[in-house]
């Protein structure tokens, strides 16, 4: 989920990427592997963007680390076409 973690005890919706094991290495996407929890090598595709209601959720499988959240806010701008985002480091 892409939804901040304050907003889970009172949203009804969520804004989810997909999870997807085939990797292209393209900028919408953001690598994921053991150190996230995975069990193989995977990606999370921020093309695949979507609304989910909160009654889908089952349980978390992974977390990207606070270290790394510059990687899907790189991933989310591309998806977008959204400048400011792609361009982390300014």
Request: aromatic fraction near 4%; charged fraction near 25%.
């Amino acid at each position: 989920m892409l939804s901040r973690d304050d907003a889970y005890s009172v949203l009804n919706k969520f804004l989810a990427a997909e999870i997807t094991t085939t990797i292209r290495n393209i900028p919408i996407e953001v690598p994921l592997g053991e150190a996230e929890g995975m069990l193989k090598p995977c990606a999370v595709n921020c093309d695949k963007l979507r609304t989910i209601s909160k009654a889908h959720l089952v349980g978390r499988i992974s977390r990207i680390p606070a270290g790394r959240i510059g990687e899907v806010k790189r991933a989310v701008g591309y998806a977008l076409a959204w400048e400011e985002l792609i361009d982390t480091n300014g």
